[in-house]
T-cell receptor, first 117, second 112 residues
Framework: DGGITQSPKYLFRKEGQNVTLSCEQN?????MYWYRQDPGQGLRLIYY???????QKGDIAEGYSVSREKKESFPLTVTSAQKNPTAFYLC????????????????FGPGTRLTVL | RKEVEQDPGPFNVPEGATVAFNCTYS??????FFWYRQDCRKEPKLLMS???SGNEDGRFTAQLNRASQYISLLIRDSKLSDSATYLC?????????????FGSGTRLQVQP
């Protein structure tokens, strides 16, 4: 079955610790994205990547870092510099329509709930 | 003004009712529009894309009004299973960012 997997489902972090959230997809999608969702709010873009070894900051990149060494994988590290990291983190992927003005729909993984203790 | 705005609701409707949501967007150059559904504590899932000519998928109809810069979602014959948050998604075209922008969602509660 093709899809996106995220792990772990729940993650607890002590203040001052860095943690890494995993995201893997086998949809052969070029583009991958990380979002954060806080209760009662919409999704906010953290980082996105159009191609291997390249990524772009989204709207709230401060305190986060990413890597894209493989097409299938786009891990997100929440660093100690992120002041309020407790949230629901969602990874998504899509076909990247390079050169076109339209955008393709994104498919989401099941998410990771991060809680800072 | 928010880039994508939705009435948060909740919309409480009885089973079998017809309900409609609107979503306004700020950038007149936007070209891609979607409705996603998100169940409580789950990931968003694509409900339907919104095309210029409008489109229908069973009980769901989506419309785009470029002149007034809004999209709508109509649900006919509501089912209990339609209870969820509906997210409006638009591409906001600017030079520095190539990604979709999500609204905060409209919550629908269908009651027996």
């Amino acid at each position: 079955d093709g899809g996106i997997t995220q792990s772990p489902k729940y993650l607890f972090r002590k203040e001052g610790q860095n943690v890494t959230l995993s995201c893997e997809q086998n949809l052969n999608h070029d583009a991958m994205y990380w979002y954060r969702q806080d209760p009662g709010q919409g999704l906010r873009l953290i980082y996105y990547s159009q191609i291997v070894n390249d990524f772009q900051k989204g709207d709230i990149a401060e305190g986060y870092s990413v890597s894209r060494e493989k097409k299938e994988s786009f891990p997100l590290t929440v660093t100690s510099a992120q002041k309020n990291p407790t949230a629901f983190y969602l990874c998504a992927s899509s076909i990247w329509a390079a050169g076109l003005s339209s955008y393709n729909e994104q498919f989401f993984g099941p998410g990771t709930r991060l809680t800072v203790l | 003004r928010k880039e994508v705005e939705q009435d948060p609701g909740p919309f409480n409707v009885p089973e079998g009712a017809t309900v409609a949501f609107n979503c306004t967007y700020s950038n007149s150059a936007s070209q891609s529009f979607f409705w996603y559904r998100q169940d409580c504590r789950k990931e968003p899932k694509l409900l339907m894309s919104v095309y210029s000519s409008g489109n229908e998928d069973g009980r769901f109809t989506a419309q785009l009004n470029r002149a007034s810069q809004y999209i709508s979602l109509l649900i006919r014959d509501s089912k209990l299973s339609d209870s969820a948050t509906y997210l409006c998604v638009v591409n906001i075209k600017d030079t520095g960012r190539r990604a979709l922008t999500f609204g905060s969602g409209t919550r629908l509660q269908v009651q027996p």
